[in-house]
T-cell receptor
Framework: DADVTQTPRNRITKTGKRIMLECSQT?????MYWYRQDPGLGLRLIYY???????NKGEISDGYSVSRQAQAKFSLSLESAIPNQTALYFC?????????????FGAGTRLSVL | AQSVTQPDIHITVSEGASLELRCNYS??????LFWYVQSPGQGLQLLLK??????LVQGIKGFEAEFKRSQSSFNLRKPSVHWSDAAEYFC????????????FGTGTRLKVLA
């Protein structure tokens, strides 16, 4: 089983719909991240959380919200999806106790907003 | 401003040929440096990392990278490319302290000719 699991793997939705992407991890890491990947732009950070009570905006947080339900779960929500949110979304985790902040990624969720 | 530049969007090499993917960074503090690979339909897998010490680091799948502080570069190399190396490669910089966020380059897509 994957250490960092993202669900769903693929999703097609319509403009204006609310959608939630979920991430769960079995690595026991305290830090979790959400990125989006767009062709030619690499990965950009949406939100990150250093523990359940610590949530921070990344460079492109507008139009997104997150919830850290437990140390192992970090969800990304699009309250009202729009077509330019069509992208590949990645969740990642890291362990602050390991000091080096190596991030481990899930397999991604491909989202299409029509 | 902090940034990571991967100047080559696409690279095509023949199987068995050598490979070098370029990465340059601009970072005010001491950086941690990473290379990740994204195979088609897969998440990001860590190839190698540099924190300190020996500037030539070895990674998985026969890859290596050399940190050159004077050139602000962290180029990825492989002596002999295999068809299975076809993928997208991302260079990333992380802080050695503080927020530990990553900054990703825009990626280099590698095509391998049989």
């Amino acid at each position: 089983d994957a250490d960092v699991t993202q669900t769903p793997r693929n999703r097609i939705t319509k403009t204006g719909k609310r959608i939630m992407l979920e991430c769960s991890q079995t690595k026991g890491h305290d830090r979790m991240y959400w990125y989006r990947q767009d062709p030619g732009l690499g990965l950009r950070l949406i939100y990150y959380s250093f523990d359940v009570k610590d949530i921070n905006k990344g460079e492109i947080s507008d139009g997104y919200s997150v919830s850290r339900q437990a140390q192992a779960k970090f969800s990304l929500s699009l309250e009202s999806a729009i077509p330019n949110q069509t992208a590949l979304y990645f969740c990642a985790t890291s362990d602050s106790a390991a000091l080096k902040n190596i991030q481990y990624f899930g397999a991604g969720t491909r989202l299409s907003v029509l | 401003a902090q940034s990571v530049t991967q100047p080559d969007i696409h690279i095509t090499v023949s199987e068995g040929a050598s490979l070098e993917l370029r990465c340059n960074y601009s970072y005010g503090a001491t950086p941690y440096l990473f290379w990740y690979v994204q195979s088609p339909g897969q998440g990001l897998q860590l190839l190698l990392k540099y924190f300190s010490g020996d500037t030539l680091v070895q990674g998985i799948k026969g890859f290596e990278a050399e940190f050159k502080r004077s050139q602000s570069s962290f180029n990825l190399r492989k002596p002999s490319v295999h068809w299975s190396d076809a993928a997208e490669y991302f260079c990333a910089v992380g802080a050695a302290s503080g927020t530990y966020k990553y900054i990703f380059g825009t990626g280099t897509r590698l095509k391998v000719l049989a």
